[in-house]
């Protein structure tokens, strides 16, 4: 049997309802191997600068392969992890854009809003995203996105000292 990918899950309250619908999908995937660090409940809410570190830390120490945040917009859940060195977090509001965060930027991290995004349309883009490979549909464009990619990387080594 194939090992299962670890994938780290968190949420605010304005995303905990979108987060309850894609652990449900996710756990009953045998592919894949949830690590959810809440909330756990709409009674013990935590902000998104909270949250963020608890999935963006684990992504950035290679604990986990990927991670999805929710909060409100997905904006602020971006921002706070993509300060982790490593971590390359996209936010995702439509099927197309969850395909192209893995596609054009190699996301590791998508972020979605639980005020944009309701369930139904959040476990498809978490399925298109898993589904997707770096550059693929994008053949043509391999050598361009494969030296942009390593070109975001020189830039992180440059300004995470």
Excluded: H
């Excluded at 756990?40 to 608890?54: I, L, W």
């Amino acid at each position: 049997m194939a090992e299962k990918m670890k994938l780290a899950i968190a949420s605010d309250l304005s995303g905990f309802p979108l987060k309850k619908a894609i652990v449900e999908y996710l756990s009953e995937r045998d592919d894949i191997e949830v690590v959810d660090y809440g909330i756990e409940s709409e009674d013990k809410p935590q902000p998104y600068f909270v949250q963020a570190p608890k999935v963006a830390g684990p992504v950035s120490r290679g604990e986990v392969e990927k991670g999805i945040l929710i909060c409100g917009t997905g904006q602020g859940m971006a921002i706070v992890a993509n300060k982790y060195k490593g971590v390359y977090a996209c936010v995702v509001d439509s099927v197309f854009s969850g395909e192209r965060s893995k596609i054009i930027n190699n996301s590791n991290i998508i972020t979605m809003g639980g005020w944009i995004t309701a369930p139904f349309l959040g476990v498809q883009i978490v399925e298109a995203w898993l589904s997707m490979a770096f550059t693929q549909k994008m053949e043509f464009k391999k050598d361009f996105l494969t030296n942009a990619f390593e070109q975001v990387k020189v830039l992180e080594e440059e300004n995470f000292k």
